[in-house]
């Protein structure tokens, strides 16, 4: 995580095995307390994560080929284009 006030300085935090948490900054280290490191550690994990809606029409579990999918998509780009500056 790195330092608001210290530019290039990065400190450490870390879930212990006992559910508690520590961080290498100074806050921390010297009144053993959850420090601002910790508290974004924890706002990050409990933020809503970007879900994905499975198509009626995709088997569940099958990874998308972005590739595959972006092809079509310039194509139509590219041929909208051209009917755009013919007409």
């Not at 400190?11 to 009144?31: A, Q």
């Not at 029409?57 to 284009?81: F, K, N």
């Amino acid at each position: 995580m790195p330092s608001e006030s210290k530019p290039g300085v990065e400190y450490t935090v870390t879930l212990v095995n006992d559910g508690t948490w520590s961080c290498t900054c100074p806050h921390y280290t010297y009144r053993r307390t959850e420090c601002k490191h910790i508290l974004k550690v924890k706002e990050g994990l409990s933020a809503p994560r970007a879900g994905y809606v499975v198509h009626p029409m995709i088997r569940e579990g099958v990874v998308e080929d972005r590739e595959y999918q972006r092809g079509p998509v310039e194509r139509l780009s590219i041929l909208a284009g051209a009917l755009k500056s013919k007409g």
